[in-house]
Each structure stands twice: as C-alpha cells, then as structure tokens.
C-alpha cells in the first residue's frame, strides 16, 4: 500500500515562511507530484505540480511566493512557501501520480494544517 507521510505545516504569521514536506514510500515509479488545499468552505484547489523532468505548474494565487520541488532519489516533494497571507490558511495535501506494481494512479497524503494569522 502506497504511503504519503507529510510534515511541515504550522501556524504562522502573515509574512512568513513555511516548508511543506511529503515522502511517498511503497512506489515503484512516480511520475507527477503536487500539493493541493481546501479552506474551510471551499472546494479543494491546486496549488503546484511538478512533472518527472521537473516542469512546475503553479496557481496564480501563490506564483512568485511559492516554490515546489522534489527529490526523485528519496521520493519527495516540497512547497516552500514564503510571504504568506491569511488567505493562505487550509488543509494542505500532497499528491502524486504514481505506480505502485502495475497500474498508474492517484494517490493523496493526510492533509497538514497551515494556518496564516493576521
């Protein structure tokens, strides 16, 4: 069973910085990883994804504060995320497209709280 076991999250200041972690275990081969969010309230949204060759997709909402990366040897993905807003408050999820033995599919993290006071 493909593991996703994400670290990072906290509460921060608006202005500040947080570091998203997410190592998947389990997985034979991974090809897109990416962090989504939900606020309460609202639908869950991307936020970034980055491809196998490294090629990143960003939302409009966090591009030039917000940087995604990944480390293909250990298997994780990263979100740094500086000059936080309030509005940047939500559960945030790690995602990844991958094949554990066979099939491709898609698989989601715990979810960690970011919470941006004011």
């Known amino acids: 069973q493909v593991q996703l076991v994400e670290s990072g999250g906290g509460l921060v200041q608006a202005g500040g910085s947080l570091r998203l972690s997410c190592a998947a275990s389990r997985i034979f081969s991974i090809s897109t990883m990416g962090w989504y969010r939900q606020a309460p309230g609202k639908q869950r949204e991307l936020v970034a994804t980055?491809?196998?060759?490294?090629?990143?997709n960003y939302a409009d909402s966090v591009k030039g504060r917000f940087t995604i990366s990944r480390d293909n040897a250990k298997n994780t993905v990263y979100l740094q995320m500086n000059s936080l807003k309030p509005e940047d408050t939500a559960v945030y999820y790690c995602y990844v497209h991958a094949r554990e033995v066979v099939f491709w599919n898609d698989y989601w993290g715990q979810g960690t709280q970011v919470t941006v006071s004011s």
């Open positions: 980055i491809g196998s060759a490294g090629t990143t």
